[in-house]
């Protein structure tokens, strides 16, 4: 089964770890790879977790049955170009379904994104590409970059830690968009979404400490399935 309408995969260079690649750069490129498409949204029969192989250079078989919801990464890759193709996930020989999304990427040296694998304003799937802000944080500071790669025109994501001295924050985003806010870390923050009329969550979005927390607000709102996927990056400081 392939997906209807789909369009070229353009930007999934972050599903290349521990892959050789040409020449290695001084300062490689740091990525995360965001599976946000969930399988009821592109066709009824699809598991709704909808499982993918992710094939690189026509050889290396890197991610197996990543699924809605997953977030690979951050991944260090030497600058270059790569071909990727992504098939329905086959447990008995991955990587072995014809290709359903394909692309060929470059990546630049000294960068830091994520690439998300989400659903098009017309509900088809596709994928996003966002820079990621790791300049240096404040000790006892803790950074959100929120991004919408919902099918939703737009979100709003509220977010607030729990406890004393409660920090607040909200991102009103159009769609594509993104946004960052630094705050005292607090032990715990939540997040709702609103999209599309309806209000999502709450989610639990980090466990607090010093660093950088990325969200990304993925699903369809027409469906009821958006949702918020995060991720905690290290070493940022």
């Known amino acids: 089964m392939q997906f209807p ?8 260079a972050t599903m290349l770890a521990g892959l050789a690649a040409p020449a290695l750069a001084a300062s490689p490129a740091s990525v995360l790879v965001v599976h946000g ?4 949204d592109v066709a009824a029969g699809l598991d709704p977790q909808l499982p993918v192989d992710v094939q690189v250079n026509g050889a290396v078989c890197l991610l197996k049955n990543f699924t ?17 193709a992504i098939s329905l996930a086959n447990p008995v020989s991955p990587c072995s379904n014809a290709a359903v999304i394909s692309a060929n990427v470059t990546l630049t040296a000294g960068e830091f994104g994520a690439v998300v694998a989400q659903l098009s304003t017309t509900g088809a799937p596709t994928a996003g590409v966002y820079p990621i802000d790791v300049s240096p944080i404040a000790a006892g ?3 959100f970059v929120v991004v919408h790669a919902a099918d939703a025109p737009t979100v709003q994501v509220h977010g607030g830690s729990l406890g004393k001295n409660p920090e607040a924050f909200t991102f009103p985003l159009a769609e594509g968009a993104e946004a960052e806010k630094t705050v005292p870390s607090r032990a715990k923050f939540q997040a709702t979404i ?4 309806a209000t999502f969550g709450p989610v639990d979005v980090v466990g607090g400490g010093q660093g950088l927390f990325a969200i990304f607000a993925v699903g369809k709102a027409g469906s009821g399935s958006v949702t918020l996927l995060g991720k905690s990056i290290p070493s940022v400081f």
């Open 68 to 84: 809605f919801g997953q977030i690979a990464g951050p991944f260090d890759l030497p600058a270059g170009s790569y071909s990727i």
């Open 194 to 197: 609103a999209a599309g009329g």
């Open 5 to 12: 309408n789909i369009r070229p995969l353009a930007v999934a």
């Open 37 to 40: 498409i969930p399988g009821r």
């Open 141 to 143: 500071s803790q950074r």
